[in-house]
């Protein structure tokens, strides 16, 4: 038996289900790059700062599954067509920011697309995401030593996913997938939750 969330009113998620659904996020990941990339357009940037986001979660047993519909609004198709019984939805949004950054100050109202995807997310009782994807032209968030090719969650948002891991919405084998497409041939780089967050172990020593 594998692992699983425990938490009253949730439903157990195993190991098993887990590679199930981890199974479909790949059979649709390129149409997922694809919506990520043009909701990005509707983005809201005094900089021109913008990023698209698709996260794919799962909502409670009895949801009608919404991966198909969402490929086919594409024009695309996953290898394997989605299962009905599986729940399965994908949640899209873009950043924004409502009034610009002035000297010392940083901008108001700034919300990162991840965040509005899971918000949007946990609005609709999902209970768990399976994998975020996020396109950019941006390796950035301000820091250019903290380059990496693609564009990685800022700190707010790496502070987001460890919550979301204590609270098991997030798993450690969810996945974070960053496409950076400014170049002729888009970088992609696909991480797990705890390989990312690994990355950034020094965020603690900043608290």
């Not at 996020?25 to 990005?40: E, M, P, S």
């Not at 920011?97 to 609709?124: D, H, M, Q």
């Not at 919550?163 to 992609?188: F, H, M, T, W, Y």
């Amino acid at each position: 038996m594998g692992e699983s969330i425990s938490e009253p009113g949730r439903e157990e998620y195993s190991t098993e289900k887990m590679r199930e659904y981890l199974k479909e996020y790949r059979a649709a990941k390129i149409a997922l790059i694809k919506g990520a990339a043009l909701v990005r357009h509707h983005g809201v940037s005094h900089r021109d700062f913008k990023v698209g986001c698709c996260a794919m979660g799962k909502e409670p047993e009895g949801q009608v599954d919404k991966v198909e519909e969402f490929l086919l609004g594409l024009g695309g198709k996953s290898k394997e067509p989605a299962i009905g019984d599986k729940g399965l939805v994908v949640y899209s949004a873009y950043n924004f920011t409502l009034e610009p950054a002035r000297p010392g100050r940083l901008p108001e109202e700034k919300k990162c697309a991840e965040r509005n995807a899971i918000e949007a997310a946990l609005s609709k009782r999902c209970e768990l995401i399976v994998a975020i994807v996020t396109v950019s032209k941006e390796t950035a968030t301000g820091d250019p030593s903290k380059e990496r090719g693609v564009l990685h969650p800022c700190r707010e948002c790496r502070d987001l996913y460890r919550g979301l891991l204590q609270q098991g919405i997030l798993r450690e084998e969810s996945i974070i997938c960053c496409v950076n497409d400014a170049g002729a041939k888009p970088v992609e780089e696909e991480r797990t939750v705890k390989e990312l967050l690994a990355m950034y172990a020094d965020d603690e020593k900043d608290n």
